[in-house]
């Protein structure tokens, strides 16, 4: 089992917010615009109970055992799991609660602890006097962050404290590669740099492809990219294949050289007849040896009728809107 690997993936999640000042709760809005799946509550009693229909579906699975790990020893392959591009409900699910500790109806920490049983970041906002009762809801385990609300820096703790809330939420949902199949990916070095790539691209979803060994990339209009991690590996099986396959020598010459990334998507590697290629110029990983990465702007993901991207599923949400 020591070569299963968690793959990268990332997608819109909810926040809720809770807080009895719906003024206060109207400045969050404008600070964590996020996707529009957010949502805010004035009352304790209401989050809780938004709260309790999410818990069944958000306990922990893990795809390594039981049945699932059964029925995949029985098919094979190269990677383990549900896809999360099948599950439409993936983008109401709660990455995190963020509380007020003061409210009429019960304290923040009296809410968290009846919420316990949800998997997300719990996060407590809280006075200046309130500091006391964070530090010890944070040693019993109730919260895992505090924000004090008169502390300056509150806008970049508390985004800062939601970023990495949902990127720990999402990762949860990846793929597991095994057979060393796209170790690559799951590098922190690796990943950073897919991160930092989707902060400049404004891209809002991401998922790691078994088939083609590739991550799939859509912004919020649903526009795809193909991001590629190669390392000394992977750069030595794609140059054979294309020897193999009676490729281009100037494309395996280039590829040795580093000097372009191409693109086969949908597919894996290079395949005869191929005559429209994209080429990237790849970019090394710093501190990875021999590792370079690439992302290229595709027309058509080729997705299969039930894989759904955040785009598709915000249109039908709106469309359903409209019947009523």
Known sequence: ??????????????????????????ALRGLFPGAGTDRYFTSA????????????????????SGPAWSEFEKKGGNALGEDVMADTARFEDIAALVVDYEMPAMT???????ARDLACTRILLTATADESHAVEAFNAGLIDF????????????LRGAIDD???????????????????????RRAADVLHELAQRERIVEYYWRPEQNAVLTF????????????????????????TDEGGPAALREAMAARRVMPVYWPHEAYRPGMSQLAFATPQP????????????RIDDARLAPELTTFAAWRAAQGANRSRF
């Open 165 to 187: 809330a949902k990127r720990k939420f999402c990762a949860r949902r990846g793929h597991i590669g095994v057979h060393g199949v796209g170790a690559v990916y799951a590098n």
């Open 219 to 242: 912004d919020a209009e649903g526009n795809a990219g193909v991001f590629l991690a190669w390392d000394s590996r992977d750069w030595a099986a794609q140059c054979d294949v294309v």
């Open 45 to 64: 009693h209401e989050a809780l109970a938004f709260v309790a229909s999410h818990e069944a579906r958000q306990r922990a699975r893990n795809p390594a």
């Open 108 to 114: 923040g920490i009296e809410f968290l602890a009846a």
């Open 1 to 26: 089992m020591s070569s299963i690997v968690r793959q990268p993936v990332y997608h819109p999640v909810s926040v809720v917010f809770l807080d009895d000042s719906a003024d206060f709760l109207y």
């Open 146 to 157: 505090y924000v004090k609300k008169t502390d300056p820096a509150m806008t970049r703790k």
């Open 285 to 296: 990983v710093p501190g990875l040896d021999d590792t370079h990465t690439s992302w290229t």
